[in-house]
C-alpha cells in the first residue's frame, strides 16, 4: 500500500514509452509504454510480425523476442534484411553457405534476445525473463510474445485471458513494455482505407490491452496502423483513424528508418 505523493518521487513512476516509434504514431499520442500490455492484431499474413520486428529494431532497447509463430531462420532473415536493406531471398543463401558471414552480421543486433519455443506458457516466459535479469542484470525493457493464439493456456483459459492479465502482472513487476500479436476474424469486414476494428478481434481480448494497434495492408505495397483502443492518446474502435506506411516485404521494412538508425 502506497501513497501517491511518494510514489510519484519513485524512478519507476516515469512510465516511459519505448522509444522511435514512427513519428505519424506518436503525433497521435500512442505509444508502447512500460509498465503495460500493448497489442498488435490484424488478419493473417498483414504484417503484424513485421511491426514487431521493426519496432524492435528501431527501439534499440533491450528486448526479449518470443517467436513461437515464426522460426529461427525466418526471423534471422527478416532481420538481416532489415538491417542490410537487402532482399530476403539474396540473404537467405548465407544461412547455408555463408554461416560465419551471417553470424557475424547478426552480431551487431545484439539487444534483441530470442525465444522460439513453440508453445511457451506464462511460467516459462517468466523464466526467460528472470535469465535475461541473471545474464544482463536487468529485466529487458520490451517484450514481445508473438502470437497470443501459439501460447500454451491453462484449462479453461480458451482465447487467453488470464495470460494477458498475468503479462500485466509481468510488466508491472520487472517495469517492461509488453506487446503481444494477435489474429483478427476473417469473418469481420472492414472498409477500403480504414484497419480491422476492435470488434474482429478473436475472443474479444481487448480488456487486458491499454493499447490496440490493428494492422493491415493494401496492393499498393503500404501498411495501415491504427489504434482502436488507446488509454492515452487518439483511437477509433471502427478502425477509421489510420496512418500508412510505406512497406517492403522484401527487405521487412515498415516505414523509413528511424533517422538515429540511417
Known amino acids: 500500500m502506497r501513497q501517491l505523493h511518494k510514489a510519484v ?11 522511435n516509434l514512427w513519428p505519424e504514431l506518436t ?41 513461437a509463430d515464426s522460426h529461427m531462420a525466418t526471423q ?10 537487402r532482399p530476403q531471398s539474396e540473404l537467405e543463401p548465407m544461412l547455408i553457405d555463408e554461416k560465419q558471414q551471417a553470424s ?11 525465444s522460439f519455443l513453440s508453445s511457451p506458457t506464462a511460467d516459462q516466459i517468466l523464466e526467460l525473463v528472470e535469465a535475461h535479469i541473471e545474464m544482463w542484470s ?34 508491472r513487476e520487472y517495469e517492461m513494455a509488453v506487446l503481444i500479436l494477435h489474429h483478427m476474424s476473417l469473418s469481420k469486414s472492414h472498409a477500403q482505407g480504414t484497419v480491422p476494428p476492435m470488434e474482429a478481434i478473436q475472443g474479444k481480448t481487448a480488456e487486458t490491452p491499454a ?8 496492393d499498393n505495397g503500404w501498411l495501415g496502423i491504427g489504434a482502436v483502443k488507446n488509454r492515452y492518446g487518439s483511437m477509433n474502435a471502427h478502425g477509421e483513424i489510420v496512418d500508412w506506411l510505406p512497406y517492403d516485404p522484401a527487405t521487412a521494412r515498415v516505414g523509413p528508418l528511424a533517422a538515429a538508425l540511417a
Open 9 to 19: 518521487l519513485s524512478p519507476t513512476a516515469q512510465a516511459p514509452s519505448i522509444p
Open 27 to 67: 503525433e497521435r499520442g500512442i505509444s508502447i509504454r512500460v509498465g503495460e500490455v500493448s497489442m498488435i492484431c490484424g488478419r493473417p499474413s498483414t504484417g503484424k510480425s513485421m511491426v514487431a520486428l521493426n519496432l524492435a529494431y528501431r527501439a534499440q532497447v533491450p528486448t526479449l523476442y518470443i517467436s
Open 76 to 85: 534471422s532473415i527478416r532481420l538481416m534484411s532489415l538491417m542490410t536493406n
Open 104 to 114: 557475424d552480421m547478426l552480431r551487431g543486433q545484439s539487444n534483441i534476445r530470442w
Open 138 to 171: 536487468e529485466p529487458p525493457q520490451l517484450l514481445i510474445v508473438d502470437n497470443l493464439t501459439d501460447v500454451l493456456r491453462e484449462d479453461g483459459d480458451e482465447w487467453g485471458k488470464k495470460f494477458l492479465l498475468e503479462m500485466k502482472f509481468l510488466a
Open 211 to 218: 493499447l490496440i494497434l490493428s494492422v493491415t495492408t493494401n
